[in-house]
T-cell receptor, first 115, second 115 residues
Framework: AQSVTQLGSHVSVSEGALVLLRCNYS??????LFWYVQYPNQGLQLLLK??????LVKGINGFEAEFKKSETSFHLTKPSAHMSDAAEYFC?????????????FGTGTQLKVEL | KAGVTQTPRYLIKTRGQQVTLSCSPI?????VSWYQQTPGQGLQFLFE???????NKGNFPGRFSGRQFSNSRSEMNVSTLELGDSALYLC??????????????FGPGTRLTVT
């Protein structure tokens, strides 16, 4: 079974500082990986996706992630945090067996941005 | 394009009752998935429908069921509600080509409270 592990349930950074949210995956087949963001009382918004093309993936709002097979990692980064980035972030892996589309999510990382 | 819509947004039910939640996918998306989000269990996959057929099912009791209509709209039903069913229920849709589905786009969710 595929799974993802997010290290750090809470991360706090200063505005303007680097954001690094960690995600490690476990998969017996080449994975499709995703990062989603959730703002309070809202659904999930897709930030970016990795689907076996370029290993460095750029997403919305200045976020990017690098797929590293040797480290089984897909960490999310942003060079300079903004107050509006405060939200919960979820890493997910897609189980595409049989053409299906089940997402398995990590436990989430709450990002706090301080002045 | 309009996003994924879910109705109702908020719902309060009593233990033992049943509830039906509705989801309208993005136009052209034929795959619809449902997820349950709770503070204790996080985001968990319920089921996925494609072309009116259930393609994947998560590890939930039979009280949770769903269906998809010919216009790709989907409903999920929970019978004999329990307090533990209180959660945010998220619907997601994705484009499908050649039997394979792509990234999922989420609706705002239905907040179900069981008293």
């Amino acid at each position: 079974a595929q799974s993802v592990t997010q290290l750090g349930s809470h991360v706090s950074v200063s505005e303007g500082a680097l954001v690094l949210l960690r995600c490690n995956y476990s998969s017996s087949v080449p994975p499709y990986l995703f990062w989603y963001v959730q703002y309070p009382n809202q659904g999930l918004q897709l930030l970016l996706k990795y689907t076996s093309a370029a290993t460095l993936v750029k997403g919305i709002n200045g976020f990017e992630a690098e797929f590293k097979k040797s480290e089984t990692s897909f960490h999310l980064t942003k060079p300079s945090a903004h107050m509006s980035d405060a939200a919960e972030y979820f890493c997910a892996v897609s189980d595409r067996e049989g053409g299906g589309n089940k997402l398995t999510f990590g436990t989430g990382t709450q990002l706090k941005v301080e002045l | 394009k309009a996003g994924v819509t879910q109705t109702p947004r908020y719902l309060i039910k009593t233990r033992g009752q049943q509830v039906t939640l509705s989801c309208s996918p993005i136009s052209g998306h034929r795959s619809v998935s449902w997820y349950q989000q709770t503070p204790g269990q996080g985001l968990q996959f319920l089921f996925e429908y494609f072309s009116e057929t259930q393609r994947n099912k998560g590890n939930f009791p039979g009280r949770f069921s769903g269906r998809q209509f010919s216009n790709s709209r989907s409903e999920m039903n929970v019978s004999t509600l329990e307090l533990g069913d209180s959660a945010l229920y998220l619907c997601a849709s994705s484009f499908t080509s050649g039997g394979s589905s792509y990234e999922q786009y989420f609706g705002p969710g239905t907040r179900l409270t069981v008293t």
